[in-house]
C-alpha cells in the first residue's frame, strides 16, 4: 500500500517549490516520485499533431517530485503529517502520524 495515492492534497517540504501545496496527479511506484498540481513546472516543445495535441508549441506541465520531499496535509488542523499504515479490523490503512486519525479516501 502506498503511502501517498492520488487525490491527496500535499505540501512540499524541501526544493525550489517548497511551502506551496497541491494535490497529486501521478504516483509512480518504482521510482518513488509523485506528480503534485502546480509544482516543478516544466515547458515540453511539442511538434504538430503529437500525441494527442492539434497544434505543435510549448506546453507547461508538472515534473515529478520524490516522494520523500512531499507530506499530507491534514483536513482537521491543516497542518502537514507523516503517515502510518496500521492493520484496524484485519484491513491496511492509511492513518495521521499525528492525531491518529484515518486519512480519507480522495476521491479522483
Known amino acids: 500500500m502506498s503511502k501517498i495515492k492520488t487525490g491527496d492534497l500535499?505540501?512540499?517540504?524541501a526544493g525550489a517549490d517548497r511551502g506551496k501545496q497541491g494535490s497529486v496527479i501521478a504516483v509512480d511506484r518504482e521510482s518513488g516520485r509523485v506528480r503534485v498540481e502546480g509544482i516543478r513546472m516544466q515547458k515540453h516543445h511539442l511538434k504538430p499533431g503529437r500525441r494527442g495535441a492539434q497544434q505543435g508549441g510549448i506546453v507547461e506541465?508538472?515534473?515529478y517530485v520524490s516522494a520523500s520531499n512531499v507530506m499530507v496535509m491534514n483536513?482537521?488542523?491543516?497542518k502537514p503529517s507523516r503517515?502510518?499504515?496500521e492493520d484496524q479490523?484485519?484491513?491496511r490503512v492509511r492513518v495521521f502520524a499525528r492525531g491518529g486519525?484515518?486519512?480519507?479516501d480522495a476521491a479522483p
Do not use: L, N
Open 10 to 13: 500535499v505540501k512540499v517540504i
Open 101 to 104: 486519525q484515518p486519512v480519507p
Open 75 to 78: 483536513a482537521a488542523d491543516g
Open 89 to 91: 479490523d484485519g484491513r
Open 61 to 63: 506541465q508538472e515534473g
Open 83 to 85: 503517515i502510518r499504515i
